[in-house]
């Protein structure tokens, strides 16, 4: 990604509490399109891989809006889950979404089929907070407000259960590019790192073992996601900061943090989500002042704001490549 030259194959959307998504042009900070999403806020959003459409996860549905077009409408919805739905991704080549939800329930719906219909359904003993699908796209893998972490077989149907730490919520998961590291942070502000395996146990589930465990954070720590290159972990957090680890050894690289300049500003607020950029030097935050932000990785230095929301911004969508 270059912040400085233009390209129509950016796409860069941002999710509220003010109920709208707010399409970006990434390199001027331009807004392009705003879509009104009334019914709800927007929890989680995903890009479709052919990089057409984009999932809105929120109370009870998800909704899927036409990227380059102008309509403001969705051109599909997924209605009748329960509750506020927490997670939203798809198969590598576009054959399937999953979804995961405070209904306790992971599901897989059929992108080809005419109807709107879910296929499986896995469900778990609270409610789902993070789900990421193995880059094998054979395992989905779903984490809970008990603390427990679910790898759900998806060709033999058996499940392996991890519990990093007892009865603390694990608020996100993801696996890097490479299947190399699963990683999950908690409310307590913590970071658990396994490496996964490449052998599946005799149950026929994937296998992973400890690597490292992170004080990441002193407040909720919200999301973790792996670089695109597998070289980095970022970590995001109530304690307004994005914090970025080398999985080489889980060492600290940098931490990402607004530093007020006048002492009667408010805070900037909680780091509620992020993306890397396709080359992996740059990183988009958002956060719960309404605002999201380009960040280079190297400098730890601001390089655009994305501003225009009127309440905390709290999910991002961000594709910069083909």
């Not at 999403?37 to 990089?51: E, F, L, Y």
């Not at 080809?112 to 499986?120: E, L, P």
């Not at 789902?128 to 193995?134: E, G, K, P, Q």
């Not at 950029?277 to 960040?295: E, K």
Request: hydrophobic letters at 35%.
């Amino acid at each position: 990604m270059t912040v400085d030259g233009s390209s129509d194959s950016i796409i860069l959307a941002t999710g509220s509490y003010d109920h709208t998504i707010r399409f970006w042009q990434a390199h001027s900070g331009v807004c392009l399109r705003t879509v009104q999403h009334p019914d709800s806020q927007v929890n989680a959003m995903k890009i479709t891989p052919d990089r057409g459409l984009l999932a809105a996860a929120g109370y009870q549905h998800v909704r899927m809006y036409d990227v380059k077009s102008m309509n403001p409408n969705p051109i599909r919805c997924y209605d009748g889950l329960g509750k506020n739905v927490t997670s939203v991704g798809f198969q590598q080549d576009g054959k399937w979404m999953f979804t995961g939800g405070e209904d306790c329930m992971a599901r897989i719906w059929d992108m080809r089929a005419r109807s709107i219909q879910c296929n499986r359904m896995f469900q778990v003993n609270a409610p789902i907070t993070s789900a990421c699908l193995h880059p094998n796209q054979g395992e989905l893998i779903v984490a809970d407000q008990s603390g427990c972490i679910n790898i759900w077989d998806l060709k033999s149907d058996k499940t392996e259960r991890l519990i990093p730490e007892p009865d603390v919520a694990i608020n996100c998961i993801d696996i890097d590019a490479d299947a190399s590291y699963l990683a999950a942070v908690n409310t307590e502000g913590s970071c658990f790192v396994w490496s996964v395996s490449q052998r599946k146990s005799l149950e026929g589930v994937i296998q992973v073992n400890p690597r490292a465990k992170l004080k990441a954070h002193s407040r909720y720590a919200l999301k973790c996601k792996f670089s695109p290159d597998s070289v980095l972990l970022a970590t995001t957090s109530a304690d307004q900061s994005v914090k970025v680890w080398q999985t080489s050894h889980f060492q600290h690289l940098s931490t990402l943090k607004l530093c007020n300049t006048d002492p009667a500003d408010p805070p900037h607020g909680w780091m509620w989500d992020c993306e890397f950029s396709a080359d992996s030097q740059f990183i988009i935050t958002a956060s719960s002042d309404c605002v999201a932000r380009l960040w280079n990785i190297e400098t730890a230095e601001v390089k655009r704001e994305y501003s225009g929301h009127s309440k905390a911004v709290v999910s991002l969508a961000f594709s910069d490549s083909t």
